[in-house]
Antibody, heavy 117, light 112 residues
Framework: QVQLQESGPGLVKPSETLSLTCTVS????????WGWIRQPPGKGLEWIGQ???????NYNPYLRSRVSISVDTSKKQFSLKLTSVTAADTAVYYC???????????WGQGLLVTVSS | QSVLTQPPSVSGAPGQRVTISCTGS?????????VHWYQHLPGTAPRLLIY???NRPSGVPDRFSGSKSGTSASLAITGLQAEDEADYYC????????????FGGGTKLTVL
């Protein structure tokens, strides 16, 4: 069974960089995409971006200027960086495995990140 | 404002059938991109319910079914149970702005 676990700080100051890591178990990471999705309080799901195991990336066009996703297959991890955060970036952040037909079959439990001074 | 439009809420009594609609446009569902559905309980990981319009992953009861036509899709739940009370999201892909994954705004299902 594939399992994903998000980790990182739960509190980030405005204008700083949010950095999260997702650790994968039960899968080699090869031949799959790995994505980040978030859910602001009281709102719906928003796709942030994804990375192929080889390192190629795709980002939400509305966040592209601030987002970076990287992968380390040797550690079975992929990471998210979101720069210049504001209160609007407060959300539960999920990592997930994306299959070829562009859907997400396994998700992490989610990590609440609050942007506040 | 989400690219895919869902009703904010639906409700039904135990045993009844409910449907949740997901309306897109010619740059996403109407172009032929598949629609997928997730069930989400607060504080838990979203669960894949339907993939590629009408396919159920292993372990999902056949009370859940999906369909797609034109620029819209629907999720149907028959034999409603109390445990079905959750938020439901549709998801697809949009080929504008170099392409990106899109979600509906979510629908809260209340079992009366």
């Amino acid at each position: 069974q594939v399992q994903l676990q998000e980790s990182g700080p739960g509190l980030v100051k405005p204008s700083e960089t949010l950095s999260l890591t997702c650790t994968v178990s039960g899968d080699s990471m090869s031949s799959h995409f790995w994505g980040w999705i978030r859910q602001p309080p009281g709102k719906g799901l928003e796709w942030i971006g994804q990375i192929y195991y080889s390192g190629s990336t795709n980002y939400n066009p509305y966040l592209r200027s601030r987002v970076s996703i990287s992968v380390d297959t040797s550690k079975k991890q992929f990471s998210l960086k979101l720069t210049s955060v504001t209160a609007a970036d407060t959300a539960v952040y999920y990592c997930a495995r994306r299959l070829g037909a562009i859907y997400f079959d396994f998700w992490g439990q989610g990590l609440l990140v609050t942007v506040s001074s | 404002q989400s690219v895919l439009t869902q009703p904010p809420s639906v409700s039904g009594a135990p045993g009844q059938r409910v449907t949740i609609s997901c309306t897109g446009s010619s740059s996403n569902i109407g172009t032929g991109f598949d629609v997928h559905w997730y069930q989400h309980l607060p504080g838990t990981a979203p669960r894949l319910l339907i993939y590629s319009n009408n396919n159920r992953p292993s372990g999902v009861p056949d009370r859940f079914s999906g369909s797609k036509s034109g620029t819209s899709a629907s999720l149907a739940i028959t034999g409603l149970q109390a445990e079905d009370e959750a938020d439901y999201y549709c998801q697809s892909y949009d080929n504008s702005l170099s392409g990106y994954v899109i979600f509906g705004g979510g629908t809260k299902l209340t079992v009366l």
